[in-house]
Protein backbone atom coordinates (compact mmCIF):
# COMPACT_ATOMS: atom_id res chain seq x y z
CA UNK A 1 0.00 0.00 0.00
CA UNK A 2 1.41 3.51 -0.83
CA UNK A 3 1.73 5.69 1.89
CA UNK A 4 1.62 9.40 0.75
CA UNK A 5 3.95 11.74 1.66
CA UNK A 6 4.42 14.28 4.63
CA UNK A 7 3.83 17.80 3.94
CA UNK A 8 7.40 19.29 2.66
CA UNK A 9 8.35 16.22 0.70
CA UNK A 10 8.42 15.10 -2.20
CA UNK A 11 8.02 11.62 -4.04
CA UNK A 12 11.16 10.31 -4.23
CA UNK A 13 12.13 6.74 -3.44
CA UNK A 14 12.12 7.76 0.52
CA UNK A 15 9.74 11.01 0.39
CA UNK A 16 12.90 13.22 0.24
CA UNK A 17 12.66 16.60 1.86
CA UNK A 18 13.36 19.41 0.00
CA UNK A 19 16.19 21.54 0.90
CA UNK A 20 15.61 25.08 2.22
CA UNK A 21 15.03 27.58 -0.75
CA UNK A 22 12.61 25.31 -2.42
CA UNK A 23 9.37 23.55 -1.56
CA UNK A 24 7.90 19.92 -3.58
CA UNK A 25 5.62 20.34 -6.40
CA UNK A 26 4.42 16.59 -7.22
CA UNK A 27 7.38 14.39 -7.44
CA UNK A 28 10.41 17.28 -7.36
CA UNK A 29 11.49 20.16 -5.51
CA UNK A 30 11.19 23.45 -7.36
CA UNK A 31 13.02 26.35 -6.55
CA UNK A 32 10.94 29.40 -4.49
CA UNK A 33 10.15 32.08 -6.79
CA UNK A 34 11.85 35.57 -6.73
CA UNK A 35 9.76 37.71 -3.65
CA UNK A 36 9.72 34.27 -1.31
CA UNK A 37 11.77 32.18 0.41
CA UNK A 38 11.53 28.37 2.01
CA UNK A 39 13.69 28.99 5.54
CA UNK A 40 14.19 25.46 6.51
CA UNK A 41 14.47 21.75 4.65
CA UNK A 42 11.57 20.05 4.43
CA UNK A 43 9.39 23.52 3.63
CA UNK A 44 5.74 22.90 2.83
CA UNK A 45 5.60 26.17 0.91
CA UNK A 46 7.19 29.22 0.04
CA UNK A 47 6.88 32.61 1.77
CA UNK A 48 6.33 36.18 1.26
CA UNK A 49 9.10 38.13 2.16
CA UNK A 50 8.19 40.64 4.92
CA UNK A 51 7.80 44.58 4.11
CA UNK A 52 11.48 45.53 4.39
CA UNK A 53 12.62 42.82 2.73
CA UNK A 54 12.85 41.69 -0.93
CA UNK A 55 13.65 38.36 -2.88
CA UNK A 56 16.39 39.36 -5.98
CA UNK A 57 16.62 36.17 -7.19
CA UNK A 58 14.48 32.29 -7.28
CA UNK A 59 15.90 29.66 -4.61
CA UNK A 60 16.57 31.93 -1.43
CA UNK A 61 15.96 30.37 2.13
CA UNK A 62 15.55 33.69 3.49
CA UNK A 63 14.75 37.56 2.22
CA UNK A 64 17.22 39.89 1.97
CA UNK A 65 16.45 43.75 3.97
CA UNK A 66 16.53 46.57 1.75
CA UNK A 67 19.55 48.64 2.04
CA UNK A 68 20.18 52.00 3.73
CA UNK A 69 19.03 54.26 1.43
CA UNK A 70 16.29 52.13 -0.02
CA UNK A 71 12.91 50.78 0.93
CA UNK A 72 10.65 47.90 0.29
CA UNK A 73 7.33 48.89 0.35
CA UNK A 74 5.04 47.71 3.30
CA UNK A 75 2.21 47.82 0.86
CA UNK A 76 3.78 45.59 -2.07
CA UNK A 77 4.54 42.13 0.09
CA UNK A 78 6.97 40.00 -2.01
CA UNK A 79 8.72 42.53 -3.93
CA UNK A 80 11.93 41.51 -5.95
CA UNK A 81 13.59 44.74 -6.04
CA UNK A 82 14.25 47.95 -3.53
CA UNK A 83 12.97 51.21 -3.89
CA UNK A 84 15.36 54.24 -3.74
CA UNK A 85 14.48 56.52 -0.75
CA UNK A 86 12.93 59.37 -2.68
CA UNK A 87 13.67 63.56 -1.74
CA UNK A 88 12.14 64.87 1.07
CA UNK A 89 13.05 61.62 2.67
CA UNK A 90 15.27 59.48 3.99
CA UNK A 91 15.90 55.77 4.78
CA UNK A 92 18.91 56.01 7.14
CA UNK A 93 19.20 51.96 8.60
CA UNK A 94 18.44 48.70 6.42
CA UNK A 95 15.30 47.02 6.39
CA UNK A 96 13.02 50.06 6.26
CA UNK A 97 9.43 49.42 4.50
CA UNK A 98 8.04 53.07 4.67
CA UNK A 99 10.78 56.18 3.67
CA UNK A 100 10.85 58.76 7.07
CA UNK A 101 10.17 62.38 6.00
CA UNK A 102 12.76 64.73 6.14
CA UNK A 103 12.02 66.93 9.58
CA UNK A 104 11.11 70.68 9.25
CA UNK A 105 13.70 72.63 9.37
CA UNK A 106 15.84 70.08 7.34
CA UNK A 107 16.09 69.43 3.82
CA UNK A 108 16.54 65.66 1.65
CA UNK A 109 17.16 66.99 -2.04
CA UNK A 110 18.32 63.62 -3.60
CA UNK A 111 17.17 60.18 -3.26
CA UNK A 112 18.63 57.70 -2.05
CA UNK A 113 19.14 59.88 1.00
CA UNK A 114 20.68 58.40 4.70
CA UNK A 115 20.39 61.24 6.69
CA UNK A 116 18.95 64.75 6.50
CA UNK A 117 20.73 68.33 6.66
CA UNK A 118 20.46 71.20 8.09
CA UNK A 119 18.46 74.12 6.63
CA UNK A 120 20.99 76.42 5.07
CA UNK A 121 21.68 79.98 6.64
CA UNK A 122 20.00 82.63 4.52
CA UNK A 123 17.30 79.75 4.25
CA UNK A 124 14.13 78.30 5.92
CA UNK A 125 12.34 74.95 5.34
CA UNK A 126 9.01 75.33 6.87
CA UNK A 127 7.42 71.94 6.00
CA UNK A 128 8.41 67.65 6.75
CA UNK A 129 9.71 66.48 3.37
CA UNK A 130 11.31 69.86 1.92
CA UNK A 131 13.37 68.94 -0.95
CA UNK A 132 14.71 72.47 -1.73
CA UNK A 133 15.35 75.33 0.96
CA UNK A 134 13.58 78.54 0.25
CA UNK A 135 15.25 81.66 0.06
CA UNK A 136 14.91 84.05 3.45
CA UNK A 137 12.41 86.90 2.64
CA UNK A 138 13.96 90.53 2.69
CA UNK A 139 13.64 92.14 6.17
CA UNK A 140 13.58 88.62 7.67
CA UNK A 141 16.21 86.47 8.86
CA UNK A 142 17.34 83.02 8.76
CA UNK A 143 19.79 81.50 10.92
CA UNK A 144 21.05 77.79 10.30
CA UNK A 145 17.97 75.16 10.65
CA UNK A 146 14.97 77.92 10.64
CA UNK A 147 11.45 76.64 10.31
CA UNK A 148 9.97 79.87 9.38
CA UNK A 149 11.87 83.31 9.10
CA UNK A 150 12.05 85.90 11.75
CA UNK A 151 11.33 89.27 10.78
CA UNK A 152 13.64 92.28 11.80
CA UNK A 153 12.65 94.73 14.26
CA UNK A 154 11.24 98.23 13.74
CA UNK A 155 13.85 100.64 11.92
CA UNK A 156 16.04 97.55 11.04
CA UNK A 157 16.10 96.02 7.67
CA UNK A 158 17.67 92.90 6.01
CA UNK A 159 18.17 91.86 2.45
CA UNK A 160 16.96 88.82 0.95
CA UNK A 161 19.17 85.72 2.37
CA UNK A 162 20.13 87.55 5.45
CA UNK A 163 21.11 86.40 8.92
CA UNK A 164 20.92 89.23 10.88
CA UNK A 165 19.29 92.57 10.70
CA UNK A 166 21.21 95.44 10.30
CA UNK A 167 19.99 99.28 11.34
CA UNK A 168 18.22 100.73 8.74
CA UNK A 169 19.08 104.79 7.05
CA UNK A 170 16.12 105.74 8.83
CA UNK A 171 17.49 104.82 12.58
CA UNK A 172 20.50 106.71 11.97
CA UNK A 173 17.94 109.83 11.38
CA UNK A 174 16.36 109.56 14.26
CA UNK A 175 19.25 109.09 16.22
CA UNK A 176 20.48 112.05 15.02
CA UNK A 177 17.66 113.97 15.36
CA UNK A 178 17.09 113.23 18.97
CA UNK A 179 20.88 114.36 19.79
CA UNK A 180 19.98 117.57 17.78
CA UNK A 181 16.79 117.92 20.00
CA UNK A 182 18.69 116.76 23.45
CA UNK A 183 21.25 119.44 22.34
CA UNK A 184 19.64 122.16 20.83
CA UNK A 185 17.35 121.78 24.75
CA UNK A 186 21.03 121.76 26.20
CA UNK A 187 21.53 125.47 24.51
CA UNK A 188 17.67 127.12 25.13
CA UNK A 189 18.20 125.76 29.10
CA UNK A 190 22.01 127.51 29.04
CA UNK A 191 20.22 130.47 27.42
CA UNK A 192 17.57 131.19 29.72
CA UNK A 193 19.45 129.94 32.70
CA UNK A 194 22.35 132.74 31.53
CA UNK A 195 19.72 135.64 30.78
CA UNK A 196 17.99 134.80 34.04
CA UNK A 197 21.37 135.38 36.43
CA UNK A 198 22.17 138.24 34.54
CA UNK A 199 18.41 139.80 35.06
CA UNK A 200 18.57 138.85 38.50
CA UNK A 201 22.08 140.31 39.02
CA UNK A 202 20.96 143.27 37.23
CA UNK A 203 17.66 143.65 39.80
CA UNK A 204 20.34 142.96 43.29
CA UNK A 205 22.04 145.66 41.81
CA UNK A 206 19.75 148.18 40.97
CA UNK A 207 17.80 147.31 44.35
CA UNK A 208 21.68 147.91 46.26
CA UNK A 209 21.92 151.04 44.50
CA UNK A 210 17.97 152.59 45.64
CA UNK A 211 19.35 151.60 49.35
CA UNK A 212 22.18 153.23 48.75
CA UNK A 213 20.60 156.45 47.71
CA UNK A 214 17.75 156.51 50.21
CA UNK A 215 20.38 155.84 53.11
CA UNK A 216 22.16 158.69 51.94
CA UNK A 217 18.84 160.91 51.55
CA UNK A 218 18.60 160.26 55.12
CA UNK A 219 21.44 161.20 56.50
CA UNK A 220 21.26 164.49 54.91
CA UNK A 221 17.60 165.47 55.89
CA UNK A 222 18.76 164.30 59.48
CA UNK A 223 22.15 166.62 59.47
Known amino acids: MCV ?12 EGCPSGACPSLNKCLPCPAGQYAPTQGSSKC ?4 PGQYGPSQG ?3 CK ?34 PMPCSAGYFCRANGMTTQTVCLAGYYCPNVRTVNPILCPPNHICPAGSVNPKECASL ?3 PA ?7 APAFFILIIGVLALVIGVGIGIYIFRVRWMADHEQHISTKRARSTTDRTRLIAEHA
Open 4 to 15: PCLPGNFSGPEC
Open 47 to 50: KICE
Open 60 to 62: LAR
Open 65 to 98: LCDPGFYCPQETRGTTTMSLCPPGSRCPTGGMAI
Open 156 to 158: YKA
Open 161 to 167: GAVRCTP
